[in-house]
């Protein structure tokens, strides 16, 4: 039965590409381990490192003489460090970070074979290496993971309670969930992110593109409703699974995240007050926000709350005018009456699940089977 398993989330989950990107080599005056057809950056150490489960994956690491944050960067399904070698190194000088890739097992020039949890080991193993080597501490890593890598990343986070952040790339809510709308976890079920991302303490920062047809933006947007600490998401507007790094907001939103989290505690308790107020003057219209809806559209809501204000002062300012009053008075009437539209729609987007009755059923129908076999 665990092979059955096994072999199920291998299906799901796990296509690395054949052939890898690059080849490790090793330079002969220095003994430098090198990506082949990469050349050589003073700044960039590439490495192989041991995890608990034998196997032995290839990292790089990728250093800023300002940084003062670390990322752990958890890469997608369908990639390799040497597919994301440019813009692991693009991401370290405009963020001003350290950052660490890794390939999983199985992943380009890593050793064994892809498997969820050896993924976990992996990322374990470049976790240890960032504090042993490196001396990165707790508090000063960003674990950071794109698709598939939401897996990995969720599962260290959910364990490290006193980490600086989180970012959420495309994130899945489990394996299952990316295929069937089920409503409850599976035994065989893999990245079960969304029993996890609640145990999450820091920050998280959630990135998706409305468009995406590989991991819909709906798990996105419920794994930021189930967020301890929300920090405000990035909805790009048409953005697919794998062109997101190509938007300006892209970099933009990331600047601003990696910027907030490195405040002290005191600056960041401040401005979490501050995103707690607004989050709950846009929580009606923002958090089921329709695909199709960037976040370029977002000042929506704060328009509407623009409004209210006015309406305060005109109805001091004019209150013995009960022609303009009554004006004002019908507008925010309007406004009310958006507002309550804007539930309904709310309301009805979660009436969208009644339709995927059936898909539990049918899974529990192989949930069963597979028991049985």
């Not at 994956?57 to 040497?82: C, E």
């Not at 699974?241 to 300006?248: D, G, K, Q, V, W």
């Amino acid at each position: 039965m665990g092979g059955v398993t096994s072999s199920m989330a291998a299906k799901l989950a796990f296509f690395p590409p054949n052939p890898p990107s690059y080849k490790l080599v090793k330079e002969e005056e220095t003994g430098l381990l090198l990506l082949d057809p990469f050349p050589h950056r003073e700044n960039v150490e590439v490495l192989k490192l041991p995890t608990r489960r034998g196997t032995e994956i290839v990292a790089m690491y990728v250093r800023h003489p300002m940084a003062k944050s670390t990322i752990l960067y958890s890469h997608g399904n369908a990639a390799d460090i040497g597919q994301m070698y440019e813009l692991f190194v693009e991401l370290s000088i405009h963020l001003r970070v350290n950052l660490m890739g890794y390939d999983y097992s199985g992943y380009g020039q890593s050793s064994g074979k892809p498997s969820e949890n050896n993924t976990y080991a992996d990322i374990q193993a470049a976790y240890k290496c960032l504090e042993e080597n490196y001396g990165a501490k707790q508090e000063d890593i960003i674990l950071y993971g794109q698709s598939v890598g939401s897996g990995p990343t969720l599962d260290l986070a959910a364990r490290l309670p006193r980490l600086r952040a989180v970012v959420l790339h495309s994130p899945i809510l489990s394996g299952l969930r990316v295929m069937y709308p089920v409503k409850r976890t599976y035994w065989f079920d893999i990245y079960k992110n969304i029993d996890k991302i609640p145990l999450v303490k820091c920050p998280v920062l959630i990135i998706h593109g409305t468009a995406d047809e590989v991991v819909d933006c709906s798990h996105g947007k419920q794994l930021w409703e189930l967020c301890q600490e929300k920090f405000e998401p990035l909805w790009l507007k048409g953005g697919n699974h794998c062109n997101l790094e190509l938007y300006p907001e892209y970099l933009r939103h990331l600047r601003k995240f990696i910027s907030t989290v490195e405040k002290s505690p005191s600056q960041r308790q401040n401005l979490r007050r501050s995103l707690d107020r607004v989050e709950q003057s846009r929580r009606s219209t923002d958090c089921f926000e329709a695909p199709r809806k960037s976040t370029d559209q977002r000042d929506k809501p704060r328009k509407s709350t623009d409004r209210t204000e006015k309406l305060k002062f005109h109805e001091h300012k004019f209150n013995n005018n009960v022609d303009k009053f009554e004006k004002l008075r019908m507008s925010f009437d309007q406004m009310e009456r958006s507002q309550r539209s804007v539930e309904y729609h709310d309301k009805s987007r979660r009436s969208v699940d009644v339709q995927f009755e059936r898909a539990p059923k049918n899974i529990d129908w192989l949930d069963r089977k597979i028991r049985a076999g």
